[in-house]
DNA sequence: TTGACAACAGAACGCTCGTTCTTTAGGATG
DNA sequence: CATCCTAAAGAACGAGCGTTCTGTTGTCAA
């Protein structure tokens, strides 16, 4: 069959074969089932060597288990391979085989999810900062910001996406493009979130 | 306490903030426990309760059960809401309540999991194209591009971020960044594949 | 050919889990 | 003031779960 080369040093290879599965499984279904049915996951018909084999991808580092004693997957187990930016002459260009460091998207972007929304950017009021029309801003909401920080406010019942300053004891809105204003709030400033990610996605 | 505003219609308020400590206690733990561990989540003392509730939220459209029983979450579970730019004046803050378009980052950047990688960007050549130092690229491994797409490729046995380009016939590597030159490579050009995705994560 | 070991299979058991039923408290309604 | 509904609390119970122990099979080496 294929081979499932993602095993670690102190895994033997068939785990690498029941990880892979176990993997598929999760991806399907978001959760670690019971050792009955991990049997027919894994393919074999032993409730005790179900346990043997977790017990060795735990080891491994691919599996957690909750204070309950509920088996979860860890980082490495969702790991997606992140290159280095210099690959060695000659080397064949299998990035996934280097281990290293890993890193899953949804964690790295989102630490309290209640808290986080996803706001399109409209228009280029701040593309010095690299931020374009059509990216989408993970924004995490909460009211106080410190200066500096690129926040969504609300002016003129419309989020606006901006650089917080303070000019003479009052708050700023300050775009990171020339041929838009400084925005002065008279009053109070109402602010709606601060900005912790970037996504982009191009036509493909 | 705070208010959760990430509600359906058919789902009654109080849910609403069932469903946050359950999707921030997914976050952490990548499962959902038993009805035991369920109540210190919630924070209520009745297992019967508990069931009450998951067996709303499971109308509701947030969560699934397994074949064998076991709570799973759904897609709705993880969408995260996508804002509208333009909010109704006098309208509470609750960008959740729209429903509409909903999506989850990591299904949105990467369409074919065995074919991506993530490549971090060294330095600013290609920073006129909004893409930064210390920005993540999300790259789709691949041996053709058209011109036009950003690509990664390797020159000298680095990765290099540049846009393709065709000049007398002659395929280059077109940085964004008048400070860079062109990069005119000699016989053939190793392409690793195209840049499909961009994410930025803002320190906090 | 015999012994050791790895890779499972199968059974036995106690305890936890999900389910269901009953009870209670508070607020709204009439 | 009686009643209804919601939001829980609490107990009771049986099935299924994870754990452990023992049994079986195949393979390789000495």
């Known amino acids: 069959m294929t081979d499932f080369d993602n095993a670690t040093p102190e895994s033997n290879p068939k ?8 993997q598929d499984y999760y991806a399907d279904w978001k959760s670690i089932p019971s050792y009955a049915s991990l049997c027919e996951v894994f393919g074999i ?16 580092g691919y599996l957690e288990r909750t204070p309950d004693g509920m088996w979860i997957p860890t980082k490495q187990f969702f790991a ?5 930016s210099s690959v060695p002459a000659g080397m064949p260009i299998t990035v996934s085989a280097t281990q290293g460091e890993h890193f899953v998207i949804d964690e790295m972007l989102i630490d309290t999810p209640s808290k986080t929304t996803l706001i399109p ?20 909401k909460r009211m106080n910001a410190n200066i500096g920080d690129i926040v969504v406010a609300i002016v003129d019942n419309e989020f606006t996406l901006k650089t917080l300053d303070k000019e003479r004891g009052q708050f700023i809105l300050r775009p990171a493009n020339q041929a ?25």
Not at 121 to 140: C, L, Q, R, T, W
Not at 180 to 202: A, C, D, H, M, N
């Open 121 to 140: 950017v409209k228009g280029d009021s701040m593309i010095d900062a690299g931020i374009h029309d059509g990216d989408v801003a993970v924004v995490e």
């Open 80 to 84: 997606r391979p992140l290159a280095e």
């Open 15 to 22: 785990d690498a074969e029941y990880l892979a599965k176990l």
């Open 45 to 60: 018909a032993s409730k005790s060597w179900v346990k043997a084999i977790l017990d060795r991808l735990e080891k491994a």
């Open 180 to 204: 838009y204003p400084v925005i002065r709030p008279q009053g109070s400033l109402e602010i709606f979130g601060v900005l912790t990610g970037l996504i982009r996605k191009y036509r493909r």
